[in-house]
């Protein structure tokens, strides 16, 4: 397996990203998890135009801590990561994904870029409201033997199962 490979064995991958729970809970003691640090970026930057936002448990609970910062420079990470595997690889893919062609053909950026929005503004709501998203709980959640995970991850399957048996029918 080289840097350069098109794609990485999920397995290796997934040992990979398993074992970074060892430093992650080591030096700043929690787990991996990305989903707040929306919350972190999203209540410095309005605490710029108000700051009395930063009275709010909520969001202040957010700002403080090196966990919260630690989430915001993993997503950076992950980002770059992507990029530059990307490039190393040599992977270049068309300029609209097989699936959004199949579902909403190839019309205006624009109206996909919309879509996109608020799909991930939909996705993080619900990350937040259950106070954590589902890679979370499956990383993190079940590395901890959390039986909350077990089920957030049992139920996320099958609901994953029951959403792709009812959009094949489509």
Do not use: E
Not at 28 to 44: D, K, M, R
Not at 72 to 78: E, F, P, R, S, T
Request: include cysteine; proline fraction near 3%; charge should be positive.
């Amino acid at each position: 397996m080289k840097l350069s490979d098109k794609a990485w064995s999920p397995y290796v991958a997934g040992v990979l990203i398993g074992l970074l729970q060892i430093p992650a809970f080591l030096l700043i003691n929690t787990a991996l998890g990305t989903s707040s640090s929306y919350v972190t970026a999203a209540g410095t930057l309005a605490s710029v135009a108000d700051p009395v936002i930063t009275q709010i448990d909520y969001v202040a609970k957010h700002l403080s801590g090196a966990k919260n910062w630690w989430q915001v420079a993993l997503v950076i990470g992950i980002a770059v990561g992507a990029f530059f595997s990307s490039r190393l690889s040599g992977m270049q893919r068309p300029s609209v994904s097989p699936v959004w062609s199949k579902a909403l053909g190839t019309g205006s950026l624009s109206v996909r870029m919309v879509l996109a929005f608020i799909s991930g503004f939909l996705l993080l709501m619900g990350a937040r409201i259950a106070d954590g998203c589902t890679s979370g709980h499956g990383i993190s959640g079940l590395a901890q033997l959390a039986l909350s995970s077990f089920v957030t991850v049992g139920c996320m399957f099958a609901g994953g199962m029951i959403v792709a048996l009812f959009l094949r029918k489509i």
